[in-house]
């Protein structure tokens, strides 16, 4: 993406990316000092605050690791051709609950 992309060309091609599992490209569709953030329970794995390409990168890993996304919801924030801002709401409560241990 060139920094004259429009912030909907930036955002089609991460999702594009993500569809198809490109970690690698996606990642360079961001900003060096990427401010991440998924609210939700700390017994969640991908909850959390990350900063940077590669806090990202391990969110994508724990990400993967750990279910196939199926609904969620972004906030985001681009500049300069990158995204700079990310927050990503789910249903945290569902989230929360399946990976509570049994008897919880």
Known sequence: MTVSATPADVLADFFAQF?????VTLLSRLDEDIDWQVQG???????????????????????????????????????GGRIVRHRMFEDSA??????????D
């Open 41 to 79: 329970d700390a017994t969640v794995p991908w909850t959390g605050v990350r900063r940077g390409k590669a806090q990202v990168a391990a969110f994508f890993d724990v990400l993967s690791d750990s279910l196939t996304p199926r609904a969620f919801a972004v906030a985001v924030e681009v500049a």
């Open 19 to 23: 569809g198809v599992g490109d970690i």
């Open 94 to 103: 569902a989230a929360a609950a399946a990976f509570r241990p049994a008897g």
